[in-house]
């Protein structure tokens, strides 16, 4: 088991950087693969990107890339997702969720999550 909370997001304009942070709890952190979802009101919930156990291997959604950055940081069981050239369409609740899975790309495969952090990009 495992419990996760996120925090770092808000309020940034267009072309801005953002970084989320998700602090994990629990039994051991690096059983666990960890990914990233957002999800927009009225829209489902999309896919952003994950990091393998020992933080060697992160992986996006195609769509992601060259944008946003994840990593981890197993010494204080955190795990962040960097966020750069921010545009509206990035406006959406981010959440942070835990696999037991070596590689997981769909919610399904996600055993455990967090609340959910707001994202809000102005233009």
């Known amino acids: 088991q495992v419990q996760l909370v996120e925090s770092g997001g808000g309020l940034v304009q267009a072309g801005g950087s953002l970084r989320l942070s998700c602090a994990a709890s629990?039994?051991?952190?690096?059983?666990?693969?960890m990914g990233w979802f957002r999800q927009a009101p009225g829209k489902e919930r999309e896919f952003v990107g994950g990091?393998?156990?020992?933080?060697?291997?992160?992986y996006y959604a195609d769509s992601m890339k060259g944008r946003f950055t994840i990593s981890r940081d197993n010494a204080k069981n955190t795990v962040s997702l960097q966020m750069n050239i921010l545009k509206p369409e990035d406006t959406a609740v981010y959440y942070c969720a835990a696999s037991t899975r070596i590689t997981a790309w769909g919610q399904y495969e996600y055993d455990y999550w967090g609340q959910g952090t707001q994202v809000t990009v102005s233009s």
């Open positions: 990091i393998s156990r020992s933080g060697a291997s992160a």
């Open positions: 629990g039994r051991t952190f690096t059983r666990y693969l």
